[in-house]
């Protein structure tokens, strides 16, 4: 089943502008993500909304993913194990979204871990998409600036409105 028809109105879709660069994507203004994550509900998406300030250490994100994905018990909080679960969590018809608020905070307490996250639901998300299942996330950073690493084989892209330095305020 493909996950988009090869339709061009379709090509308008918030949901197709965003998967057609990649499964993680940057935002810097609250109210852009909240508008986009607006629409993405309107449109029969399950969001999954993470405070990432609230995450002290990794241990504290797993526990945080565990509770908020539904993982099961022997989930063994380690990000081996959050690739295994992310693989196997539920997603629905039309799409799960994973939105990380504040990411910029948990990046500069554990940076490598915060690279992990990201490239580990890149991975699982490419997976899902194999058997027509959208999955993607939507991570929001108050430093306008932020980058990683290349995920999978793609940087983190910004928003197509935030996509201008300008848009940002840079």
Known sequence: MAVFSDNS???QRLD???LKNGSVHLYYRSAVLIEDAEWLK???YQ???FDCSKWETEQAMHVD???R???PDYYGKNLDALNDCLRNVA???SGRVLIFHR???FTVKIPKAAWHVLDIIDRNAWFHLLFGRRLFALVQSDNPSIKFPLIGSRAAGWNPREWFNKSRGL
């Open 65 to 67: 993913f565990a509770s």
């Open 47 to 49: 969001l999954d909304n």
């Open 9 to 11: 109105d379709e090509w």
């Open 42 to 44: 309107n449109h029969g």
């Open 69 to 71: 994905l539904g993982f």
């Open 103 to 105: 990411y910029d905070i």
């Open 16 to 18: 197709w502008n965003l």
């Open 91 to 93: 997603v629905s018809d």
